[in-house]
């Protein structure tokens, strides 16, 4: 089961157009997933932004 996860965006967020454009390149989510792809790599992408650790990323993020 994937979760849906209802947060706040950053602006680090990917746009539609920008997720459109590399979705196609993560695999298709298996039954093992358990977050969306691309909340995974929007909380990436705040970390890179923000230069905090891993740990310290809002609680809002999987």
């Known amino acids: 089961m994937i ?3 209802e947060r706040k ?6 746009t539609d157009s920008q997720w459109a ?3 196609p390149l993560f695999p298709p989510a ?3 997933s358990k977050w969306e792809k ?3 790599v929007d909380a990436v ?3 890179v ?3 905090c650790k891993w740990r310290n990323l809002p609680h ?3």
């Open 30 to 32: 298996g039954h093992k």
């Open 38 to 40: 691309r909340e995974l």
């Open 60 to 62: 809002d993020f999987p």
């Open 9 to 14: 965006h950053y602006a680090s967020d990917l």
């Open 45 to 47: 992408l705040y970390l």
């Open 21 to 23: 454009m590399i979705a």
């Open 3 to 5: 979760i849906k996860n």
């Open 49 to 51: 932004e923000n230069g």
